[in-house]
């Protein structure tokens, strides 16, 4: 068997911290930071299961054909021997959780978005903090692999009700911010009106869902410009054409998408862009 393991776009840091290695219950956690988009390129880890979580920011994942945006309540999973592969945007740190063992949870899932819960986020920053005791290593590992299920079913199966509607459109839109879906048609669909989606969004995120998703949306750019055209991007991330991606970036970021790819694969000039819109709230 092979392993292929290639980075197109290097870190500013990468981290390891294992436990129990060698051993079917052991964990090796990877950290990566960067400045510029990060790219952990066409990927296939014949021994070992792999999930991709970032705290703070969207992760961009194919599989195959498919791609689909991860928000930090969710991770990516890929079972050992398949193809994937997972970018991320400027100023990202990312967390990269080797497993021999599949969550039980997980069982029969080639690849794909998954469910992580607080509890497995939390272990995870656990694990990679230079004062951790190695000898809880055991006891957290099944903890992060029970905090692993599948992901949320769509927003049409779930109770709504007057508190929390935004946060639940806003997690449905993290994971794929091309949905093309209307504000009345989220209310419908949540069986709540117009208004009180309009307000919910404005209390727990002070602005409007049409300015949540531009943002969430220019944002989801970043992480795919570096290799893929404007055209593909903007039909990706929603826009109906190039030019009213275009406009909508250079009102956002004061440049062209393709000025800004540039200036973040440099480094230049990255803290100048705008925050990523506040993540959804933790389950």
Known sequence: MTVTDPLTADPVSCEEFGYGLGRPDGILVLR??????????????DFLH??????????????????????????????????????AADRQ???????????AALDGLRAGAVAID????????ALTDREYDERDAPVD??????????????????????QGVAVTVAMA???????????????????????TLQR???REFGMSYSQWRTRLRLRASLALLETRPVGEVAHRIGYA????????FAREYGCTPGRAAARIHTGDGADDLPPLPPPPARR
């Open 141 to 162: 590992r099944r903890r992060i692999m029970a905090g692993l299920g599948p992901s949320s079913p769509p927003v049409g199966d779930r109770p709504a009700g007057g």
């Open 118 to 125: 607080a509890e497995a986020a939390r272990l995870v920053l």
């Open 50 to 87: 792999q999930v991709y979580w970032s705290p703070d920011g969207l992760l961009s994942a194919q599989h195959g054909r498919h791609t689909s945006f991860i928000g930090p309540d969710e991770a990516f999973w890929s079972h050992r021997a398949v193809t994937h592969e997972v970018r």
């Open 200 to 202: 919910d969004f404005a």
């Open 173 to 195: 839109l993290a994971h794929d911010p091309g949905d093309p879906t209307r504000l009345d048609e989220w209310a419908d669909r949540l069986h709540v009106s117009v208004k």
């Open 93 to 103: 740190t990312v967390y990269r959780i080797c497993l021999r063992e599949v969550p």
């Open 32 to 45: 990566y930071r960067s400045v510029t988009r990060l790219a952990l390129g066409e990927s296939r880890q």
């Open 241 to 248: 054409s190039p030019s009213a991606f275009i406009a909508a």
